[in-house]
């Protein structure tokens, strides 16, 4: 008896392994529930405001009232594949990319020229 005892006592207690655990791919859950929850609220959302933005900027024509990104007033009197030429004041036009449009105010009523 006493050796029985000293044997359970002397022999290392065996390692005992967890049962029913996730492994590798219940590890990834929480990864991509995260990069999901991402994706709905800050990807999405810009992708839409990108896509409105690039068809808002696709209608542009002349006599169009615009504001820039910069804060710059004025009136489209050219529109190119990649900028436009915008009338910001009498005999005084800038080029802007087509990007830099942050609003449109509407058109213009027909100007009468005072010459």
């Given at each position: 008896?006493?050796?029985?005892?000293?044997?359970?006592?002397?022999?290392p207690?065996?390692?005992?392994?967890?049962?029913?655990?996730?492994?590798f791919?219940?590890?990834l859950?929480?990864?991509?529930?995260?990069?999901?929850?991402?994706?709905?609220?800050?990807?999405?959302?810009?992708?839409?405001?990108?896509?409105?933005?690039?068809?808002?900027?696709?209608?542009?024509?002349?006599?169009?009232?615009?504001v820039?990104?910069?804060?710059?007033?004025?009136?489209?009197m050219?529109v190119?594949?990649?900028?436009l030429?915008?009338?910001?004041?009498?005999?005084?036009?800038?080029?802007?990319?087509k990007?830099?449009?942050?609003?449109?105010?509407?058109?213009?009523?027909?100007?009468?020229?005072?010459?």
């Amino acid at each position: 008896m006493i050796l029985t005892g000293l044997m359970t006592i002397l022999q290392p207690a065996q390692q005992t392994r967890p049962q029913g655990g996730l492994g590798f791919m219940g590890a990834l859950i929480p990864f991509v529930l995260v990069f999901v929850i991402f994706y709905v609220l800050i990807i999405m959302p810009q992708r839409k405001r990108q896509k409105k933005h690039m068809m808002m900027v696709d209608q542009l024509k002349p006599g169009d009232r615009i504001v820039t990104s910069g804060g710059i007033h004025g009136t489209i009197m050219g529109v190119h594949p990649d900028r436009l030429e915008l009338k910001v004041a009498a005999n005084v036009k800038i080029e802007i990319t087509k990007s830099a449009v942050a609003v449109i105010l509407g058109a213009q009523k027909s100007e009468q020229k005072t010459e």
